[in-house]
């Protein structure tokens, strides 16, 4: 299990825009993540709280962990979120904790493709599949 500290060095982003509390598990092939309920102030939210569309960074984020963890890094890969498919968005705001799920479908040198699904206590509010793109640098 990693905290949020741990989760906050090994991606690419900081303070209010590292959305994960905890990774609950991971393997080879999948990881398990958790986030606390968003907060009034949370950095994505709008005048009617946080949307269903705003899943799509939490498990871009559980997915640079994962890479992390297979890496064996404590440091952050740069990469881009380069596109979303078969997505699917519930209505509403994110309404409580949510847990974060990504599958590895494949992953070469130049980036990585993740099935996902983002649900709170209420329903799954995001799944989908995010294909990542890694810099050159």
């Known amino acids: ?81 380069a596109k979303l498919s078969h997505v699917e968005l519930a209505n509403g705001a994110i309404d409580g904790a949510l847990t974060v799920r990504a599958e590895l479908l494949s992953r070469v040198a130049t980036g990585c493709m993740y099935d996902f699904s983002v649900a709170d206590a209420q329903a799954c509010r995001a799944r989908g599949r995010l294909l990542v793109a890694f810099s050159d640098e």
């Open 1 to 81: 299990m990693l905290t949020r500290a741990q989760i906050a060095s090994r991606i690419p982003h900081a303070g209010a825009m590292c959305l994960l509390d905890s990774v609950l598990s991971w393997d080879a092939t999948s990881i398990v993540c958790s986030a606390a309920a968003p907060a009034a102030d949370h950095a994505l939210a709008n005048a009617d709280g946080v949307p269903a569309v705003a899943a799509v960074e939490y498990a871009a984020q559980a997915a640079a962990v994962h890479g992390a963890l297979l890496d064996d890094s404590a440091a952050a890969r740069a990469g881009m979120l």
